[in-house]
């Protein structure tokens, strides 16, 4: 067993590493109980105790965690969670985006390569499958965001079945936005936490920025654009290779869903499900597939997951 204490020079970064009440201490301590570590606030630092492999893992996630939170990321247990992530998997390269309002990095391994495969601009059409609250949307939009301010794309365009089923909306009132809102609140709330409420505002009302849903894709060249299809499951055999052939030059696309949450009517087959794997073999397609470990939203969200696995039923 040693013993080791983590320096932090500043008392408020100090608060912040070890939570509210300690929990994030207590967090990093539940983690890594295997290595029966424990973490006391001492003053100037952390003092940490364990097997020498446990207290090593502890500082480097201690580490990761300081270095998010300097970089503007939030001092939650979320981030704790990631940078524990990281300090396991010292070979995983845990890329974070620049140019956005609020920093981005992966939180587990699997969101690391899927931010890679996405930091790519060589992988042209990638897919990006896997249960809820992955980050699989968050992060393609988050990409989009920063190719779009850094001038190498155009525009940001995403779309996505409108209505299960088939997007009937010609009956509802209103403009083509007014239609689709509802429908796109995620995409909202992902963009305004980005990029702000102004500068989305002013990107959509000069055309930088699109939201359309899949029916209004048909026809379309969509050039020099990041264009996202979001909650693809839902898309027909038709709709998908339709809008899998909208992709324009200087255009890349990211095509994100859950293979097992299909919304579709009758005995549809879901466009992402086939298009998986008629494009399996196809050079220059990415596919990362995440699955509920790489889960970040409320702890009890992946057991969920397992548990509705592990029943069988959908």
Known sequence: ????????RESERLRDLCGPHHRHLTLLETRLKP????????????????????????????????????????PSEMELDGA???AQAPSQTFTGLRGLKKSVTAMTRGQAKYLEILSNPDNALVFGVGPAGTGKTYLAVATGVAELNAGIRQRLIVTRPAVEA?????????TLEEKVDPYML??????????GQEQMERRMARGEIEVAPIAFMRGRTLKNAFVIVDEAQN?????????????????????TGDPDQVDLPGSQESGL???????????????????????????LVSRIIDAYAASGES
């Not at 009937?168 to 209103?174: D, E, I, M, R």
């Not at 052939?245 to 890349?252: E, N, V, Y």
Request: glycine share 12%; proline share 2%; charged share 25%.
């Open 1 to 8: 067993m040693v013993s080791r204490l983590y320096e932090v």
């Open 35 to 74: 290595f029966s570590v424990s973490a006391e606030s001492q003053g100037g630092g952390i003092m940490l105790a364990g097997s020498q492999e446990g207290v090593s893992i502890a500082e480097a996630a201690l580490a990761e965690f300081e270095r998010r939170l300097r970089g503007g990321a939030e």
């Open 84 to 86: 524990l992530q990281a």
């Open 166 to 174: 088939g997007e009937k909306l010609g009956f509802l009132p209103g």
């Open 186 to 195: 995620p995409i909202w709330d992902s963009l305004r936490e980005l990029m």
């Open 235 to 255: 898309t027909t055999a038709a709709q998908m290779k339709m809008v899998l052939t909208r992709l324009g030059r200087d255009s890349r696309m990211v095509v």
């Open 273 to 299: 499900k086939q298009a998986l794997r008629i494009l399996k073999d196809v050079e220059g397609i990415s596919v990362q597939r995440l699955t509920a470990a790489d889960v970040v939203r409320h702890g």
